[in-house]
């Protein structure tokens, strides 16, 4: 059993950066595909971005050229590096771990999931 727990969210104003991080423990992180997915009120989970067990990276289109994921496999731990945030950024940001080392965009593509935390950014 995979557990994760992400710190890092915040209040931040728009233009401004942020840093996510996501502590993975109980299982072989290395070897799975770490996504990183959003969720605002009244909207549905979305996908942000995932990093693969390789080290390749895809973004959503909204997040592309803003966002960046990274990963240390020392220390378990997958990162979302967010900058020139936005508005319309604001929701729980959460991690999931996928068993497939490269996985989807959808949030049934994974596994194991944590919290969430809180993002929000004041116009």
């Known amino acids: 059993q995979v557990h994760l727990v992400e710190s890092g969210g915040g209040l931040v104003q728009a233009g401004g950066s942020l840093r996510l991080s996501c502590a993975a423990s109980?299982?072989?992180?290395?070897?799975?595909?770490m996504g990183w997915f959003r969720q605002a009120p009244g909207k549905e989970r979305e996908f942000v971005g995932v990093?693969?067990?390789?080290?390749?990276?895809r973004y959503a289109d909204s997040v592309k050229g803003r966002f960046t994921i990274s990963k240390d496999n020392v220390k378990d731990t997958v990162y979302l590096q967010m900058n020139s945030l936005k508005p319309e950024d604001t929701a729980v940001y959460y991690c999931?771990?996928?068993?497939?080392?490269?996985?989807?965009?959808?949030?049934?593509?994974?596994?194991?999931w944590g919290q969430g935390t809180q993002v929000t950014v004041s116009s």
């Open positions: 999931a771990a996928s068993r497939s080392r490269v996985a989807g965009t959808t949030p049934t593509a994974y596994d194991y």
């Open positions: 109980g299982g072989t992180f290395s070897r799975y595909a």
């Open positions: 990093i693969s067990s390789g080290g390749s990276t």
